[in-house]
């Protein structure tokens, strides 16, 4: 299966101005342009743990996989430029399973003119497993690190948060073009993309910055996704319990002085709406204001690796 | 486990200049030097497919997923600078096999100067993976294809061949040094390396280059250990069968014109021997030479990717 695979792969991959030499030789030569400085990262998606192959399809995980990898360039401000894509297939339907799984990512690919620059297959026994690493490109705007918030600094948030489960984690659009526009446009202190939890990344954002955060309960954007799970369920967490830990919401969590997330909030240039939930403040920890101003201790919670 | 083994390798972790930013944040920025240009490879270990943990340890394990890896950028002809490494890991015994893994690719790294620049850890209920992904730089002296290899070149390797599976395939050395050195100081036309065979690499620079490659069996550096694998089985198959198919060997072959191939092997320049078995020929395809100087057809043998 992996010659016809590969030969299929050749076709169906377009040609990339970057890849000086693309997959086919021992390895591929990428260009970088003009910066001799490459952000790298990679996520490792596994069936029955990150998604469920016979439920979304192979197509949807091949999305997710490298959506997850371009949420994290987007995270560090980075511009996407390439990406590898590593697959282990099971045995029945392995062509037909990577070449959907392709389908499902080659679009996102075109989006953000991202080269496919290798990958390798295998075929065996074991479930799916989609490792992909992407190599993207510090700008002149310079990064978005987890360091460098500051008391004082506002909280912004992209988007909407809770109930990805329902359906967002697999196809949601990663926030590059918003990291990238607002690094550029507006000074930022700090960022993260929200992967573990709402309350979980924005505290390890206070943790690596060496400050707090305190976030206002009524201003965090609650998705229709996240009351949905509310409402159906008789666990007994409501709308904001899912916003703040469910995670995979793949918006991003932003650190800006005053001036500039009052500009930010004004202009609202970006394709998705960003909202203020909290300030950073000098007291270490995670802390909900309450109506009357006064702060009180809140547990971060999210997806917790092990 | 996951949080365990991050603390773990954060601290095991050697620093390296070249990481501007290591693991930790959402990706990791890695300077490239003067170069804006970059080779980029991947390959996946899948345990019971490309090693059997029960029988090799996590360690070996580790080591030839690092390893094959940089045998890549060795058959570019690619300085390595930096690695990224996914793994999947079995439930039981999650953190003691990462861990060992590491123990066994790292000593490797430090040898060719090599930053990690980030990986992935997930546990599951599957078996042990391994998916390394490498990145190299060109270098002056330019990169090394498949394709180049011209009608009258001579066919060079490193090393000897066959038996890989008695344990070379777990310890073997990339050729790095043995590339970056020839390529620098002679006149190279086309490399690879042997993983799925040396007839079927062989014919595939053959192929890619448009003409044909006729080698002489007795002009073969056989190894040991296909010679006592020859010696134990009842296949039938010869030590020179093995050396030609087994694959794994991960040594060089070149392409060099005549002159360039005469002053390689006059010099013998680097760690490992190097020996002429044949040439490139025009007409396409794989030959044996016979000793009276005939051209006998040779199917090219090894591990063919489905």
Redesign the interface.
């Known amino acids: ?6 030969h299929w792969l050749r076709e169906r991959l377009p040609k990339h101005p970057r890849l ?2 693309g997959p086919g ?20 998606l ?1 069936d ?3 998604f469920h192959l016979h439920q979304c399809g192979p197509q949807s995980a091949g999305y997710k996989a490298l959506a997850v990898n371009l949420s ?2 987007a ?2 401000a ?1 511009r996407p430029l ?1 990406a ?1 894509v ?3 297939l099971p045995r029945s339907d392995a062509l037909e399973i990577a070449q959907a799984l392709y389908e499902g990512l080659l679009p996102l690919a075109d989006d953000f003119d991202l080269a496919i ?11 799916l ?1 989609i ?1 992909v ?4 490109q ?1 700008t002149d705007a310079g ?1 978005l ?2 360091c460098g918030a500051r008391p004082g600094d506002v909280i912004l948030v992209t988007g909407q948060f809770g109930g990805s489960i329902l359906g967002h984690h697999l196809q949601f659009h990663p926030r590059v073009q918003a990291a990238l526009q607002l690094k550029a446009d507006y000074d930022l202190h700090a960022g ?2 929200v992967s573990d939890g709402l309350s979980l990344d924005l505290s390890h954002i206070a943790e690596e910055s060496g400050c707090g955060a305190a976030i206002a309960f009524d201003k965090i954007p609650i998705s229709a996704a996240a009351r949905r799970l509310a409402k159906g369920s008789s666990d007994g967490l409501t709308a904001l319990d899912h916003a703040l830990a469910d995670g995979e919401d793949f918006e991003l969590i932003l650190a800006a002085p005053p001036e500039a997330a009052r500009r930010i909030l004004k202009d609202q240039p970006c394709e998705v709406p960003i909202t203020q939930i909290g300030t950073f403040i000098k007291e270490p920890g995670l802390w909900r204001r309450a109506a009357g101003g006064q702060l009180v201790p809140l547990e971060p919670r999210g997806y ?3």
């Open positions: 299966m992996e010659s016809d695979f590969i000086l030499l030789d021992d390895a591929a030569i990428l260009s970088l342009g003009a910066q001799a400085e490459c952000v790298v990262t990679v996520d490792m596994m029955r743990v990150d994290d360039l995270a560090m980075a390439a590898l590593s697959v282990c620059a290798g990958g390798d297959t295998g075929v065996w026994d074991g479930p497993v490792d690493t992407a190599i993207g510090t990064t690190l987890r993260t993309d917790r690796h092990g």
